[in-house]
Each structure stands twice: as structure tokens, then as C-alpha cells.
């Protein structure tokens, strides 16, 4: 079987939903699992809706919520080109759910992250009624079924756990995909052991895919979104970014977490232990073969540039820690009591650098470091990561690397940790024009 994932803009309205069944309709034979995002920016206009009523402008929730029912209604009457169909109910059904919702939410001014679950969930059911419907209009034998009842979660609502061992149980014994039936869930939805609707985070309908994936022992999890795949640069920064063909499961990662939001590595890993393939695809240009994301891949050298900006360097400066024991452990403690993530670290005898996201707030933790040692801030920082696997091995790569940024201040270099990058650390402003020069380098 294979799963197909298609994120909000592939089913943005009814010509994008025709599409997405284009894609799907010759893949029948391979027993597919559709799972849907929310239609386009449902899911930020529902948190929108909820925050209005806890702010007691009931109103306006109810205008917002007026427009989703619209935009639904309307997809769905082109897609059915029957008013009276029976989804046309069931979406005004969904509606009038959270209209109640919303009434509550109004009415006690609060909206815990429980409700506002509650809430966001009603658009990837109200997205899957239209597909399905569609799927069905056109003679697919379609079976629409809700994931609340097969994604098993802990009670961290707007971000919660998947429970694995649960859900892959209940995946198994009641979800049997089929050549020539399309079954249609949800994405991003779930449900705590007490049948409480629970979401997976932002983002989370990747995550979806690949858990019905591993459950299902699927053959290939398809990612259908509105890029060609995993490019070799941000395009909006290297006008000749061009398309990776294929990747290693770590090389993804380390993409997605500086900022290639093409995957998220997290969503991947249910697929990486099983060592089932990962495509990301454009569904508006279908055409593309995208990029291929599995276990490892054959090719060497260096995959794609990603940077991350808004980064601060700390550095923790002390001449005790000169032969001395004990100093990282205090530093790390010190973070993880305040739960600051730190990402690249470089170390002399008597220093510690280490790169922290801007967003985080630093000042108590610098209080505590300032006990360990003397303490720098420099904000406005930039990481730079070049992603293949095995590079640094390779010396003539790193001399390529610094001849081509002979021009450009380093401020931190990271190399050798992970088999599959290398990272620099630099200014902000001068992050650009740095990956610009590489990319010419190595992709030129
Ligand atoms: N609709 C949810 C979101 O926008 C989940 C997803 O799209 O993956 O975050
Ligand atoms: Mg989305």
C-alpha cells in the first residue's frame, strides 16, 4: 500500500482538490491512504476564530467562521454540482459544531488548549468530507474514515505524543487499505485514550502520513506540497537553486532543521525506522519525480546549503576550567534548567561557545552563567550549513569551502560531529551572500 499526504495548499479549493484526485485516481491499484491537511489557512483562521471568542468578540468569530462555512460550501457545490448532497449536511453540521464551540468559548472567556483542539480539528474533518465526496462523485470506491479513532495520543493538547504501540494496534486491526479503494483521513487529528480530540503540533499532518505509513508497512510515503521537492538552496535567496533528487534520511534532517521547512525531521522518523521511503512531490507539477528521501542515499558529496538566521552565540569564558572537570556540565545544567535548546557548541580549554535561538529569553540563564565564568552575547548571528554525507573526509571539500568564504569573517565552525554536515556560524547580513558564493561553488 502507499500513503499519500497532501498538505493545505494541494487541496486549497475544488480545482486543487480535482487535481489532488488526478494524482490519486491511477494509483488505486496500489491500495492508497489519502491523508489531508486543512483546506489553505483553515487551521490559522479556526485559531483565529477561537482567540476572537475567548476575547469575548463573539462576533467576529462568528464572521470568520461564516467565511469557512463558505469557502467549504462552495468547493463543495462545484466539486458535487448538487446543493442538496448529503455532504453539503455534514459540512453544515460541522459548522453548526463549532458555532456551539464558539458559543462556549464566548461565554466563559477561556479557551483551553483542550477546546482549542476541539476547535482546529474541524478542518482537516471538514477537508476529508469534500475530498472523499469528490473521490466518490467520480466513481471512486471511497472510504472516508476519522483518525481520532486510530491516532492515539497523551494529553499535551496543540501538541501532543503520538502513543505508538496503541496506534499502531488500532491502525492494524481497523484500517485494511485495499487495490481499488481509496480510503481518505485526516491528518494532524487525533484523540487521547479517553476518545478526547487531540492535535499533533503545527505541521503535524506529515506526521499523520508517515505513522498510518509505518502502521500499514506502507511501500512509500508521498508528500504532496507546493514546492518540486528538497532544494539545493532557498530559492529566494540563490535565484539557481535547483531540485535534490534523492537524500538520506539524515541529510533531510539536518535540512528541515535549518529551516528547508520542506519536512520536518520529526515527521520522517516514524518512516525512518522502518526504512520506508519518504517522496516529497509538487502537486502542482505533478509531472516532477521530487525528491526521495530514504534510508541511504547513493550519492556523495554535498547535497543542499541551508541557513538559519536569528541566532545568538554565548560564550562562557574562564581561565579555571583549564584542565579542570566538571565546567560543560555546569554550562549544560544551566540550560537545561532553563529548557534552552542549544544547537552548534565549539570549545577551546578555556571557552565555550554555543549557539542559542534569538526567541528564547536569555537573561535568567546568563545570571546563572555568569557564575561559571565570564559571559558574551552576540546576537544577530547566523548558521550556515552545508549537508552530505561524509564531507568533512574529504579535505579538498573544506579547502573549497574556506578559499570560497575567504572573504566572509567566521565566527564559529562546526565539523565532524554528524557525518552529514558541516556548519558555520556568521553574521547575520553576511549569511546570503555567503551561501550565494557557495552554491556557485559546489552546484555552479
Ligand atoms: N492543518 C494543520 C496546520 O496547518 C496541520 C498540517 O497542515 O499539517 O498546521
Ligand atoms: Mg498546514
Not at 136 to 149: K, M, P, V
Not at 301 to 330: C, D, E, P, W
Amino acid at each position: 500500500m502507499i500513503v499519500l499526504k497532501f498538505g493545505g495548499t494541494s487541496v486549497r479549493n475544488a480545482e486543487w482538490i480535482n487535481r489532488v484526485l488526478d494524482i490519486v485516481q491511477p494509483e488505486l491499484h496500489r491500495s492508497p491512504l489519502l491523508i489531508s491537511s486543512a483546506m489553505a489557512g483553515v487551521t490559522d483562521d479556526l485559531l483565529a476564530i477561537a482567540a476572537s471568542a475567548e476575547k469575548g468578540r463573539g462576533e467576529d468569530a462568528l464572521q470568520l467562521l461564516e467565511n469557512l462555512r463558505t469557502r467549504h460550501l462552495t468547493a463543495c457545490s462545484e466539486l458535487l454540482a448538487c446543493e442538496e448532497s448529503s455532504t453539503h449536511h455534514e459540512l453544515e453540521q460541522l459548522v453548526s459544531e463549532v458555532r456551539y464551540l464558539i458559543q462556549g468559548i464566548s461565554l466563559v472567556r477561556e479557551c483551553t488548549p483542550r477546546t482549542q483542539d476541539a476547535v482546529v480539528s474541524f478542518g482537516e474533518r471538514m477537508a476529508t468530507q469534500l475530498i472523499a465526496a469528490a473521490a466518490e462523485t467520480r466513481g471512486i470506491e471511497t472510504r472516508l474514515i476519522d483518525s481520532r479513532r486510530f491516532i492515539r495520543t497523551d494529553e499535551q493538547f496543540t501538541n501532543a505524543a503520538c502513543l505508538t504501540g496503541p496506534t499502531h494496534e488500532l491502525i492494524r486491526s481497523g484500517v485494511h487499505p485495499e487495490p481499488g479503494t481509496l480510503i481518505v483521513a485526516q491528518g494532524f487529528i487525533g484523540a487521547t485514550d479517553d476518545g478526547v480530540t487531540s492535535t499533533l503540533g503545527r505541521g503535524g499532518s506529515d506526521f499523520s502520513a508517515t505513522i498510518f505509513g509505518a502502521a500499514l508497512g506502507a511501500e512509500e510515503v508521498q508528500i504532496w506540497t507546493d514546492v518540486d521537492g528538497i532544494l539545493t538552496a532557498d530559492p529566494r535567496i540563490v535565484s539557481g537553486a535547483r531540485q535534490v533528487a534523492s537524500l538520506s534520511y539524515s541529510e533531510a534532517a539536518e535540512l528541515a532543521f535549518f529551516g528547508a521547512k520542506v519536512v520536518h525531521p520529526f515527521t520522517i522518523q516514524p518512516a525512518v525506522e522502518l526504512g520506508i521511503p519518504v517522496t516529497v512531490r509538487n502537486t502542482g507539477n505533478p509531472g516532477l519525480a521530487g525528491t526521495r528521501i530514504q534510508a541511504e542515499s547513493e550519492v556523495h558529496g554535498v547535497r543542499a546549503l541551508a541557513a538559519k538566521k536569528g541566532i545568538t552565540v554565548i560564550t562562557v569564558h574562564s581561565s579555571r576550567m583549564l584542565n579542570a572537570y566538571g565546567f560543560l556540565s555546569r554550562i549544560f545544567s544551566v540550560f537545561e534548567r532553563f529548557r534552552i535548546s542549544v544547537d552548534l557548541i565549539a570549545t577551546s580549554e578555556v571557552s565555550v561557545s554555543m549557539t542559542v535561538d534569538n526567541e528564547v529569553n536569555l537573561g535568567p540563564a546568563i545570571t546563572e552563567l555568569q557564575r561559571v565564568g565570564m559571559v558574551q552575547v552576540e546576537g544577530r548571528q547566523a548558521i550556515l550549513c552545508l549537508v552530505g554525507k561524509n564531507l568533512w573526509r574529504d579535505p579538498v571539500f573544506v579547502k573549497r569551502v574556506f578559499s570560497a568564504l575567504a572573504e566572509v569573517p567566521l565566527r564559529m565552525i562546526s565539523l565532524g560531529s554528524s557525518d552529514v554536515n558541516l556548519s558555520l556560524v556568521l553574521a547575520d547580513n553576511n549569511v546570503d551572500t555567503a551561501m550565494r558564493t557557495l552554491h556557485g561553488e559546489f552546484f555552479g
